[in-house]
């Protein structure tokens, strides 16, 4: 995804061109505690700075912690558009990305502020249109009604959730956008 707002899949690239897993990138931001303050709009030119500050020998870490920073300024400053996040409450992270700690620490620090991620944030949206579609109320996802594959249609091979609601399986989470609607 060239657009900030493909977070996840961007943070999935990001990972897989350092040659790591989704959590192991997240794992190494926790070993560091400053990233570099990038004012990139776009994921486009963030991977290009992320280059860049690669070649000058700043450490995986580092730019791990800076990937996370910089997305969730990104989107606070710039998809949020202007929205008066301070009359709020409460503000809930949800999605998949929501489930790596270090990008929910990077929207705290950016915020001021704590953000809520309630349990199963990654299917809250699923969730939401479900409600919308079947005007019934959603019982909480049990564990046991989800599960995980890998798909092999692509050279992505991504880990792809699958959420299953009267019986019938569906998933969400890939890169190239074929499992993007539920």
């Known amino acids: 995804s060239n657009c900030a707002a493909g977070t996840g899949s961007f943070i999935e690239a990001q990972a897989r061109r350092y040659g790591l897993e989704l959590e192991e990138l997240n794992e190494l931001a926790k070993n560091d505690t400053k990233p570099i303050r990038l004012n990139a709009k776009c994921a486009t030119f963030l991977e290009s700075s992320l280059i860049n500050l690669q070649r000058t020998g700043v450490k995986l870490p580092q730019l ?7 997305l969730a300024n990104s989107y606070i400053t710039s998809l949020c558009g202007g929205v008066d996040i301070e009359k709020y409450k409460n503000i809930f992270f949800i999605g ?39 005007k019934k109320p959603i019982q909480e996802i049990p564990k046991e009604e989800s599960d995980c594959i890998k798909c092999q249609d692509c050279e992505n091979h991504c880990e792809l959730s699958g959420i299953t609601v009267n019986g019938v399986t569906s998933y969400i989470g890939g890169i190239c956008g074929k499992y993007d609607t539920l």
Not at 64 to 70: C, G, N, R, V
Not at 109 to 122: M, S
């Open 64 to 70: 791990a912690k800076t990937i996370f920073w910089t």
């Open 96 to 134: 998949g990305v929501a489930k790596l700690s270090e990008m929910r620490i990077a929207f705290q620090e950016v915020l001021g502020r704590e953000v809520i991620t309630p349990e199963n944030c990654e299917y809250m949206g699923a969730m939401g249109m479900l409600k919308l579609v079947d």
